[in-house]
């Protein structure tokens, strides 16, 4: 019997890619604000494309749960936002606040 682990790596990639967007999307709304939602739409488009270009059916995957979990964060920054204004994470004393 032959172990297969792409459903381990797979779990394991994606745990760690919604892990790494949560603290991404709080420090991208802290320095650049919600302007950097079309950073998290670019990373999802050439995610996604690149997850159709790849023979390796592991990485598509992997490159697949990137570019949604991009998508997902346009979303996250806005609620970021409000999340700041109601004082529940600080605001960046340098930038602008409107």
Not at 1 to 20: P, Q
Not at 50 to 63: D, F, G, H, P
Not at 75 to 96: D, S
Request: proline content about 3%; cysteine-free; overall charge positive.
């Amino acid at each position: 019997m032959e172990l297969n682990f792409s459903g381990i790596i797979i779990g394991v990639a994606t745990f760690l890619v919604i892990g790494l967007f949560h603290p991404l999307v709080i420090k991208a709304e802290y320095y650049i604000g919600v302007k950097s939602w079309w950073l998290f739409l670019l990373l999802g488009i050439v995610s996604a494309a690149a997850s159709l270009l790849v023979e390796n059916l592991t990485l598509s995957i992997i490159l697949g749960v990137v570019a949604f979990s991009s998508f997902w964060s346009i979303g996250e920054v806005f609620e970021q936002k409000k999340r700041v204004e109601k004082g529940w994470f600080p605001a960046n004393p340098k930038k602008k606040h409107k």
